[in-house]
């Protein structure tokens, strides 16, 4: 995958704060065997902006819309299906200072998807996070975050798929170039269905190491494992990644 990442992010006095990122993503996969992967090619753009206003020092209030569009190589895959699909994402929320070294976050919100293809139907989602953020000493970062979503399914006899995930990550840097980070995330996905309900669990374990080369070239080293496990015989399964990411800055 290649991905584009530009942002913007400006303080306006009197409490205003504006922040805003865009991302292209490029995903490509090679053929397995007989099976052709070139319809699943994709790229996907994204858009966010968020804008706070500072109700009080440590304390700011935000609303952060958000745009996702899909955009698969192939129009038609080898099944008939068009993929793609645009999704659209309004939350609010608050951000808290608590202490100088300790940071919270919680937001709440729905989304929307639009096929396509018109054999699925649209969906509306909701979902909500929680950030904390802890700074214990001034090259040690912990980090937690809580998320719960639930996507209305398109398929008929499947009402939707409620998800919860649990990410802990700790970060250390050694020097002012290099980050260290581990992480852990537990996700849990309950399939609600008409007839009968399923779900499946996965723990994914991972270590990443950035270097930040010099002021215009960056790399990033990442190793994980995912064990996956559930009600089918076919969720089980465990999966090794590693990724290698050079980049770029102006």
Partial sequence: MNSLVMGFLRSIPDGLLVDLQFQVSKISFENNGPRNNSDRWETD???RARIG?????????FVQPRAFFSRF???VDDFGTIRDYNEYELTAGIRLNATPITFLEFLAGLSTRKNKDEQFEDTV???SRGNFVWNPTSVTTFNASLNQTFEGAAAEGVSGTLTRSLTTSVDWTPQDDVILTAETTLRIEEFEG???NTSRQSMILGLVAEWAINRNFYSRLSL???MQDGDLATDEMT???VSLRLGAAL
Avoid: A
Wanted: overall charge negative; proline content about 0%; charged content about 35%.
């Fill in 45 to 47: 753009y994204q858009g």
């Fill in 53 to 61: 206003w500072e109700i009080e020092e440590g304390t700011t209030i």
């Fill in 73 to 75: 190589r192939v129009k």
């Fill in 125 to 127: 989602n909701y979902l």
């Fill in 194 to 196: 008409i007839d009968t």
């Fill in 224 to 226: 994980s494992r995912e």
């Fill in 239 to 241: 999966e090794n990644k």
